[in-house]
């Protein structure tokens, strides 16, 4: 995934939930391709919103 802006990172998916991080705009990182609810799982306790990001490649996700 990329950034397509600065987003944060969720400790779940929603924003009801805390913030744990950011990532920058145009940082790259590895999530779940498939999303829930709007909502990308990164790892445990940690979820970015779709909205913001983008997949980059089609290299199958390293998460099960």
């Known amino acids: 995934m990329t950034t397509q802006a600065g987003v944060n990172v969720r400790s779940g998916p929603g924003t009801n939930h805390s913030i744990v991080g950011t990532y920058a705009d145009g940082q790259t990182f590895w999530a779940k391709a498939a999303s829930v609810n709007g909502w990308r799982y ?18 199958p996700c390293q998460y099960g």
């Open 42 to 59: 990164i790892s445990s306790a940690r979820h970015v919103t779709t909205q913001r990001t983008a997949q980059v490649t089609s290299t």
